[in-house]
């Protein structure tokens, strides 16, 4: 048996944490720049707030309703989902996390053990120890355990875990569940989908393997409907570790300056490194984008993609950020306002053995980078993050002096809430 744990509306329950008074109110969270609603209560949903509706047309729509506001602040979702991943390592057999507010759990060897008082229990757990509400689904297969997690999430009956371990409540499942809500199942395959009249996952699961592999012709769409009729057929090596990372954002101006980008770019660079090693891996190749802004049409267009492949696969912080760099030096055009850029790195594979370069005569070298990235991850981990960082990282104020918040200057957020978990400066002070 599988399970998922989804933290409910995760955003918007890590910004009520520190904010009980937040509890039974709307609530939205913005994406970068202040730009758009990406995370909703339950309560901006009950109002009509829609994802992804402009932060300025809020006040437009709903301007009798008191909406408490915040920009994304990932630091402290980060920090509380994994307090929330910590608890899930002690309860389950095996886990692996799928996303900053979904993880997996194989429940192997607890056959004796009563699932779904199990699941109950996590969760007032991870309520009590957190603040985080989650619910859970329990199913023979990952697909099936997302079905029942959406159960329990909109369901209160389920009492926040919903457990399908038999094939009468499968099937009931599915014929309650749209197809455009089934794991793996994207925009452009439920449109075909609805051409062929199928419009739920019971729909879907019903039809012949054979038509399902002549229409579709795609493994992972084959692979879904496997799931949805019992089977367990998709990898956990596919999901315990990201097979490419990007880090990109949106600038809160259009900057034309090519050492301002660059700092951008060496924090998206650094970004990536931080979260290879996080997982274990290395990448081989560097990559780096660079574009305008597409909605100015009255400016000039750019748009640029650059890769660069690594003779030794790595997650040093140094080197990626050198690459990207000497990338982005080559896309560079003057006369040009830019309002984008990101840094993907690609090839990613396991972090040990690697191969190293037969020609390379400075191994001690590469050993010592491995060793300070180490240091420095432990002391930005323990004492906050961006205590230590690289020169390039820094922005600079107009009398050239770097700023120690090297996000300072990134992106707009107007609204962002303290880290009190994080940061010695944050630290909730009691009247």
């Not at 933290?7 to 202040?34: A, H, I, M, T």
């Not at 004796?112 to 509400?133: A, T």
């Not at 190749?285 to 267009?301: G, K, S, Y």
């Not at 690697?354 to 390379?360: E, H, K």
Request: aromatic share 10%; with cysteine; hydrophobic share 35%.
């Amino acid at each position: 048996m599988y399970g998922i744990i989804d933290c409910d509306n995760c955003y918007v329950s890590c910004e009520r944490v520190f904010r009980p008074d937040l509890e039974g109110k709307p609530v939205v969270v913005l994406s970068n720049n202040d730009g758009c609603v990406v995370a909703r209560s339950n309560e901006a949903k009950q109002l009509g707030i829609k994802a992804g509706v402009p932060y300025f047309k809020l006040q437009e729509q709903f301007p009798n309703e008191k909406i408490a506001v915040f920009s994304s602040n990932y630091e402290l979702y980060a920090e509380l989902t994994g307090r929330v991943v910590s608890i899930i390592r002690k309860e389950a057999p095996e886990y692996f996390r799928y996303s900053i507010d979904e993880c997996f759990v194989y429940l192997d060897g607890m056959e004796r053990i009563d699932l779904k008082e199990w699941g109950e229990n996590l969760h007032r757990r991870v309520l009590r120890s957190v603040g985080m509400p989650v619910s859970i689904g329990i199913a023979p297969n990952k697909t099936l355990a997302k079905v029942a997690s959406h159960f329990a999430k909109h369901y209160p009956g389920y009492r926040h875990c919903c457990l399908m371990d038999t094939d009468q409540k499968r099937i009931k499942a599915l014929k309650l569940t749209s197809i455009d809500d089934v794991w793996g199942i994207g925009r452009r395959y439920t449109a075909r989908m609805h051409e062929h009249g199928i419009q739920t996952a019971f729909d879907f699961a019903s039809r012949p393997q054979s038509w399902v592999r002549a229409i579709f012709r795609n493994i992972v769409v084959e692979r879904t409907w496997r799931e949805l009729n019992g089977q367990d057929c998709v990898p956990n090596e596919e999901l315990a570790a990201k097979k490419s990372i990007c880090t990109s954002r949106s600038f809160s101006t259009m900057i034309t300056d090519p050492d301002e980008l660059r700092t951008h770019v060496s924090n998206y660079a650094v970004r990536c490194a931080e979260k290879l090693r996080q997982q274990g891996s290395v990448a081989s190749i560097v990559a780096v984008f660079l574009n305008t802004n597409p909605f100015r049409e009255d400016l000039p267009q750019y748009w640029n993609f650059r890769e660069q492949r690594l003779i030794t696969p790595t997650a040093t912080t140094t080197t990626i950020v050198q690459t990207a760099g000497n990338l982005l030096e080559q896309l560079y055009r003057p006369g040009y306002k830019y309002k984008k850029a990101g840094v993907i790195v690609m090839g990613v594979g396991p972090g040990s053995p690697v191969q190293p370069d037969l020609f390379d005569t400075n191994a001690e070298q590469f050993q010592r980078m491995r060793r300070l990235d180490a240091v420095i991850d432990r002391i930005n981990r323990v004492q906050g993050t961006e205590t230590i960082v690289l020169g390039a990282q820094q922005y600079t104020n107009k009398d050239g002096v770097g700023k120690a918040d090297v996000f300072a200057n990134a992106i707009k957020h107007d609204y962002r809430s303290p880290n009190p978990t994080t940061r010695w400066t944050d630290i909730i002070r009691l009247k």
